[in-house]
């Protein structure tokens, strides 16, 4: 009997480590990485970079947060105008909840 139950908690601990291997990673991958080239310098990445940072044109990606046309002070619409805008969709059902 102790054999039996021995022999069971093997396998399930060797079953456990054989799913816990991911085939996809590593030297094993299936496709190998592919080579990565640019027709753009990393000097040119740069400059652009710190044009669109002085122009505020940068479009923010990853972690990165959004800055948006209030922040930048150039906002086209007074308060009570945006308040308007929002309260007549609310009352259309364009805006599902809010104030």
Same mark, same amino acid.
């Given at each position: 009997?102790?054999? !039996?139950?021995?022999?069971?908690?093997?396998?399930?601990?060797? /079953?456990?480590?054989?799913?816990?291997?991911? @085939?996809?990673?590593?030297?094993? =991958?299936? %496709? @190998?990485?592919?080579? =990565?080239?640019?027709?753009?310098? !990393?000097?040119?990445?740069?400059?652009?970079?710190?044009?669109? !940072?002085?122009?505020? %044109?940068?479009?923010?990606?990853?972690?990165?947060?959004?800055?948006?046309?209030?922040?930048?002070?150039? /906002?086209?619409?007074?308060?009570?105008?945006?308040?308007?805008?929002?309260?007549?969709?609310? =009352?259309?059902?364009?805006?599902?909840? /809010?104030?």
């Amino acid at each position: 009997m102790n054999a !039996r139950i021995l022999a069971i908690a093997a396998t399930l601990a060797l /079953g456990a480590s054989v799913a816990q291997a991911n @085939p996809f990673e590593g030297d094993q =991958a299936i %496709t @190998p990485q592919a080579a =990565a080239t640019s027709a753009v310098s !990393r000097a040119d990445v740069q400059a652009q970079l710190a044009e669109a !940072r002085k122009t505020n %044109t940068m479009i923010a990606q990853g972690n990165q947060s959004t800055v948006n046309a209030y922040e930048l002070g150039k /906002g086209q619409l007074s308060r009570a105008e945006v308040t308007q805008a929002a309260r007549q969709a609310l =009352a259309n059902g364009s805006i599902l909840e /809010g104030e």
